[in-house]
């Protein structure tokens, strides 16, 4: 049991409320809030990397149960094999190497909120189960007959259709109307565009506190690029390319080519080049952690700030957004000099 709770702690540390400003958002909140002070019981429907998690959190912050543990459950994660016995417990000797009796995650949640992430996942055996613990809140540890009773509220999440697995007999129908008592929809982020300037500006303030590095300022270039990108990966991957693009700034300015290239517009065959510049491949660099491509985008950068300022490196670097002696160690990384023609005018 402390291992699980121990585990929670860890998960949801630091969660903040949910950011937007959106009208997808403003229903998502109102709806939370309309649920959130009743038992009943929630189905968060959403693509991955929408949140689900974190509004199932505010859904038990809000309700009177917060003051209980709030245990999270991702059955996609889990074999099958495992899951009865992570879900219910087991005692010793239950199967072959159950070498020691396991508290089961409703008995954990016991009094407070059990969110089951993946619910579209999970075994029709173990939805059985699943079943008679929503209807008269019992259940038994694998190994024993011993009935335990739970009070426990469900907050389930899914990013499929479960009214077609219904129709298709993957998800049993009355687990499915047991669920979803109160239906919830997350938007995924490309319908809630005007929300990500807030969730850049959240993300690039926690990351920089986290990372100990100054907070970098976002140019115009970059946000209207991150605005207009379609987020497959939704706010997991906006979170994780502001926190790339937080340590590529180094506290400067973050500038396209911190972007990833699918973002930024980047040609896949690497060849921009800068005039004078040379070629726009990365001199020498391996390109491990980077595409050639990436690198060759910033090197053309750095070559045209310097020679619209007449290769004035500190003046390049303000208008890069980094320091000087950053923008000297690109220039030995890219092998980047002047061309001889510049010199001499």
Same mark, same amino acid.
């Given at each position: ?6 585990? %929670? ?35 968060? =429907?959403?693509? +991955?990397? +929408? $949140? ?5 959190? /505010? ?31 087991? %005692?010793? !000797?239950?199967? +072959?190497?159950?070498?020691?009796? =396991?508290?089961?995650?409703? *008995? ?26 929503? =209807? =008269? ?9 011993? +009935? ?6 469900? /907050? ?28 919830? *929809?997350?938007? #995924? ?7 990500? #300037? ?33 987020? #497959? ?9 502001? *926190? ?6 180094? !506290? ?9 290239? %699918?973002?930024? $517009? ?41 020679? *619209? ?29 002047? #061309? ?6």
């Amino acid at each position: 049991e402390n291992v699980y709770l121990h585990s %929670e702690i860890r998960t949801i540390a630091g969660y903040e409320e949910i950011i937007g400003q959106s009208e997808a958002i403003r229903r998502v909140v109102a709806q939370a809030e309309q649920v959130a002070p009743t038992d009943s019981n929630v189905l968060i =429907q959403g693509q +991955t990397g +929408t $949140g689900k998690e974190l509004l199932a959190h /505010v859904i038990h912050l809000r309700s009177p149960r917060q003051g209980r543990p709030f245990v999270t459950v991702n059955l996609a994660s889990l074999p099958s094999s495992l899951l009865e016995s992570e879900l219910f417990g087991r %005692e010793k !000797g239950a199967y +072959t190497g159950a070498l020691t009796r =396991q508290t089961g995650r409703f *008995e954990v949640a016991d009094g407070g909120t059990i969110f089951l992430d993946e619910i579209g996942e999970m075994p029709m055996e173990t939805q059985a189960k699943l079943l008679r613990v929503l =209807q =008269q809140g019992e259940f038994e540890r694998l190994g024993s007959t011993r +009935t335990l009773k739970v009070n426990v509220r469900i /907050v389930a999440a899914t990013n499929r259709d479960l009214k077609s697995a219904v129709r298709n007999g993957h998800f049993r129908e009355d687990l499915y109307y047991r669920l979803n008592v109160f239906p919830i *929809e997350l938007a #995924p982020l490309r319908r809630r565009q005007e929300d990500i #300037p807030l969730l850049v500006e959240h993300f690039a303030k926690r990351c920089s506190v986290s990372l100990g590095v100054p907070q970098p300022r976002l140019s115009d270039e970059a946000m209207q690029l991150l605005v207009m990108y379609a987020w #497959p990966g939704n706010i997991r991957e906006l979170q994780n390319i502001v *926190e790339r693009a937080v340590l590529l700034a180094e !506290g400067g300015e973050i500038l396209p080519w911190h972007l990833p290239r %699918e973002i930024a $517009g980047i040609p896949s065959n690497g060849t921009l080049t800068a005039g004078g510049g040379g070629s726009g491949a990365a001199g020498g660099a391996s390109g491990e952690g980077q595409s050639a491509s990436l690198w060759g985008y910033e090197k053309a950068l750095i070559v045209k700030a310097l020679h *619209e300022n007449k290769w004035n490196q500190s003046q390049a670097a303000r208008a890069l957004g980094i320091s000087r002696d950053n923008l000297r160690y690109r220039l030995k990384k890219f092998n980047i000099q002047r #061309p001889e023609q510049e010199r001499k005018g």
